[in-house]
């Protein structure tokens, strides 16, 4: 099968959508199967092809970090695509690219499925800045509705998703498919121990430092600024705690978020270390003791299980979305305001290994739902229904 995917993110851009895109590549390949990837350049530059990969221009959005505005139609482009003869056509944006993918579909006459992985009512301040805001997510609602309904086959990647789509109106059938992730990648086994021991001398990382992970796109509706708040509630209640917070990533609040550690007087405590390479991620997490995140618009949440497959402890804000992979006490820890995530920070760290060890074992075992093997299978089965319709 030729499968053409359109994305607006691709490594070495790190967000969840990105990694989605990437495994899938990977996964359709390894079955021997044909991709192009879509995607706009990461620089200046013209239209370039290089390892199955097709670089669009584009023009930087400065208030969405990472993101490019490209055209939404170029016969270049449609000759490119046709040459390669696609099967189908999986479209995994709503940005400029995503309204081309619209068009490549009904021009080449090749079914269209849909991913759709951002709330974009979670988006809409960017362009808003709370002004009209609630029209604008009123917009946003229509749109998505019409997305779907123009797809050959929609896909969510989580029962969240899906609920929310019906809650707005959307009648069509919903494919559940949750992103595969290759957790091998995050084995102990694939860590460079020497490199651990150097990092940790190098940034004052002692023996029994308790490591903080805060990792993703540095924005707003990542509430990120809520993490760093409670990991700060939690150091006043002990004082004498020797912690390290490390914050991967970056993006739009970077700067704010500086300032915010300067403010509360953690600085010393803290480092931003800035976006780090995709095969890099997991490095990062077998450097923490936990891994903590405040943010409830992820239509899935791949970091969370990332952390879990590195067997790095997750302490996350209550969202519907993770109550099926994260079991409170079991897999991992809820949160809902300072004094509950103070409470299972202590929790954590006076239980003892083994207690942490069956906690990690649990949370493998859930891992195993959302691998490559079934991510693999449940997009197959979506690309051949969509392609019977066109029968």
């Known amino acids: 099968?030729?499968?053409?995917?359109?994305?607006?993110?691709?490594?070495?851009?790190?967000?969840?959508?990105?990694?989605?895109?990437?495994?899938?590549?990977?996964?359709?390949?390894?079955?021997?199967?044909?991709?192009?990837?879509?995607?706009?350049?990461?620089?200046?530059?013209?239209?370039?092809?290089?390892?199955?990969?097709?670089?669009?221009?584009?023009?930087?959005?400065?208030?969405?970090?990472?993101?490019?505005?490209?055209?939404?139609?170029?016969?270049?482009?449609?000759?490119?695509?046709?040459e390669f003869d696609p099967d189908i056509i999986h479209n995994q944006t709503d940005a400029t690219i995503g309204q081309f993918a619209k068009l490549a579909a009904s021009r080449l006459h090749v079914p269209i499925v849909y991913t759709y992985h951002t709330s974009y009512e979670d988006y809409t301040y960017y362009i808003t800045h709370g002004f009209l805001d609630r029209l604008a997510k009123k917009i946003t609602r229509t749109y998505s509705n019409s997305v779907a309904a123009s797809s050959t086959e929609f896909?969510?990647?989580?029962?969240?998703?899906?609920?929310?789509?019906?809650?707005?109106?959307?009648?069509?059938?919903i494919n559940i498919v949750p992103t595969g992730i290759d957790?091998?990648?995050?084995?102990?086994?694939?860590?460079?121990?020497?490199?651990?021991?150097t990092f940790k001398k190098e940034h004052r990382i002692g023996e029994n430092t308790k490591v903080f992970l805060i990792l993703g796109r540095i924005a707003k509706e990542k509430s990120m600024d809520i993490s760093i708040d409670y990991i700060n509630k939690y150091y006043e209640k002990h004082p004498d705690e020797d912690i390290k917070l490390l914050i991967v990533g970056n993006g739009p609040q970077k700067e704010e978020y500086e300032e915010l550690v300067k403010t509360l007087k953690i600085k010393d405590l803290t480092e931003f270390i800035g976006a780090v390479p995709a095969n890099e991620v997991p490095f990062y997490y077998h450097l923490a003791d936990i891994y903590t995140s405040a943010s409830v618009t992820e239509t899935q949440g791949l970091t969370f299980m990332e952390a879990m497959a590195a067997k790095t402890l997750v302490v996350a804000r209550y969202d519907d979305n993770l109550s099926g992979t994260i079991i409170d006490g079991k897999s991992g820890f809820f949160f809902q305001d300072s004094e509950s995530f103070i409470n299972k920070i202590?929790?954590?760290?006076?239980?003892?290994?083994?207690?942490?060890?069956?906690?990690?074992?649990?949370?493998?075992?859930?891992?195993?739902?959302?691998?490559?093997?079934?991510?693999?299978?449940?997009?197959?089965?979506?690309?051949?229904?969509?392609?019977?319709?066109?029968?």
Do not use: Q
């Open 1 to 82: 099968m030729n499968v053409v995917l359109f994305t607006d993110t691709y490594p070495p851009f790190i967000n969840g959508v990105s990694t989605s895109c990437y495994n899938l590549t990977c996964a359709l390949k390894e079955h021997g199967h044909k991709v192009l990837v879509i995607t706009p350049r990461n620089d200046e530059g013209e239209m370039e092809y290089k390892d199955g990969i097709l670089y669009v221009p584009g023009i930087a959005i400065k208030k969405i970090y990472g993101y490019r505005i490209t055209t939404v139609y170029s016969s270049k482009i449609i000759n490119f695509i046709k």
């Open 155 to 173: 896909i969510t990647p989580s029962i969240k998703v899906k609920e929310f789509m019906r809650s707005v109106g959307n009648d069509i059938y």
């Open 183 to 197: 957790f091998s990648l995050f084995e102990e086994k694939n860590i460079d121990e020497e490199k651990i021991k």
């Open 346 to 391: 202590e929790t954590i760290f006076k239980m003892s290994e083994d207690e942490k060890d069956k906690i990690k074992k649990e949370a493998l075992e859930i891992c195993d739902m959302y691998s490559i093997k079934h991510f693999y299978e449940n997009i197959m089965r979506t690309y051949n229904r969509a392609i019977r319709k066109y029968w």
